[in-house]
């Protein structure tokens, strides 16, 4: 439909964004409203499902006070949320606990439990079904009271418009792929949940429901607007990166990161972790589980607050790794700090090595994102020689990508161009809205009309492969045995 727009709703691990998209993929407005998730014991990580309705409410009312006549031409609604996190709700779509994100480490005991039974290290902490088993031995009040487990998407879709569905690539319960749905109720079954209490899954493209009354009235948006079922993060970067081909790859550089590559569903025997793609595919996963989380941890450790408060400072810090080539310093940093994902040991832990009384508070800084480098090429290397895929120029996207002597550093280590998407804060809004646009992702080469290479600097490459074997030897002293068998 000529001269129409659709809404994507982006919600991240520290904030939302809402993004008025054209049909050629062009992002006529964005707005972006943060929030901040709660600890309140060890490794955990939630948040009040209200602020994500509280997100969307405040941002449409913004756009409307700006008379944006697009507003009337949307065609329909669409999200893309992060990863497993998990919702229990009433039947009226209420929210009876906490969101526990992807980030929360509480349900690794029933995770190892549901392993055992299983026979194999089929789920993590991370995943929904054993947060499940979590709340009904923790919390049993909410876990009767509810009246179906939710994931982020279906909660706000569920709240738009009354009906509780799945997305395609949410990677709960349910799929389309025969063999991953078998697996899937196996791991149900084993943890004894009732399958009335897990909604039924709906394509990416297929709408959910329409805009309610209710949710019309709350959101200012017109009565009856389609809404459809979205994505996960994942799926929607690799959309806007345009990797959406088999063996073809993106990395994200975000909060968080991962690697991701495109593989046939049959290749999930393969694969340590995987996610749900569209089409009947897979995306292959190497994440991190922190890459600006990773970045936020050795600035708030070595650095005062009013030193962070200072924008100038900040960007001399990040300036001086262009100036002050870590390539030629033995200090190094296996940041493993957040705990790791399969094939990784959940209790592995971060060093630093070859420290020196020498060594200045930058020096430390910089190592931390060097390490973090050094991770990515042993997943670029590990996809390489499992698959032979070899992405180069390498397309990369997430906030992090503004630090350019980081990006430069990237080069450097992982040894291939990195294509650096420009505007890539909006490359999960837009993969979004292609998804709504062109579900076969026949028209995703145009997302990528701008780009930024960053080529690999042969001096310091040379100089950081030497490094990148002690990097190694550090790395799988660490993991152990079990680790290096693995990777």
Known sequence: MENSFVLTFDFGTSGMKISLIDTSLHVVEVLKRDYNFTSPNTEWAQIDPCVFIQAITEAVRVLRERNLQQLSLVRGLILCTQWKGLIPVDEHGSALYDAILWLDKRAKPQADALNTILGSQVVTSADLIPK?????????????????????????????????????????????????????????????????????????????GNLTQQAASILGLPV??????????????????????????????GTSGWLATVLPANEITRCKRFSLFINDSILRLDGLEAVGLGRKWALELLFSPQQLEDEAFIAMLDQSILENDSSTTKLLSVPLIFSENPPLPEDVFGAFWYVKASDAKRDYYHAVLEGLCFLIRVKLDNLQKEFGYCEDPLPISGGCTSNRGWLQMLADITQRHIRVIQDSQYVGAKGTAACLLCYDTSEASTLQENYIIYSPIAERSRRFDKKFKDFLKVYHMIIGNKGRSEQ
């Open 132 to 208: 499940i088993v979590w709340l009904r031995e923790n919390r049993s009040d909410i876990y009767e009271k509810t009246y179906k487990f939710l994931e982020i998407n279906s909660f706000i879709t569920c709240f738009a418009t009354g009906n509780m569905a799945i997305h395609e690539t949410g990677h709960y319960a349910r799929s389309y792929i025969k063999e991953i749905q078998e697996q899937m109720e196996k791991s149900v079954q084993a943890a004894k949940i009732p399958v009335q209490k897990i909604p039924g899954i709906v394509r990416s493209n297929e709408i959910v």
């Open 224 to 253: 009856g607007l389609p809404v459809y079922g979205g994505l996960c993060d994942l799926s929607a970067v690799a959309i806007g990166s345009s990797a959406v081909n088999i063996g073809q790859s993106h990395l994200y550089f």
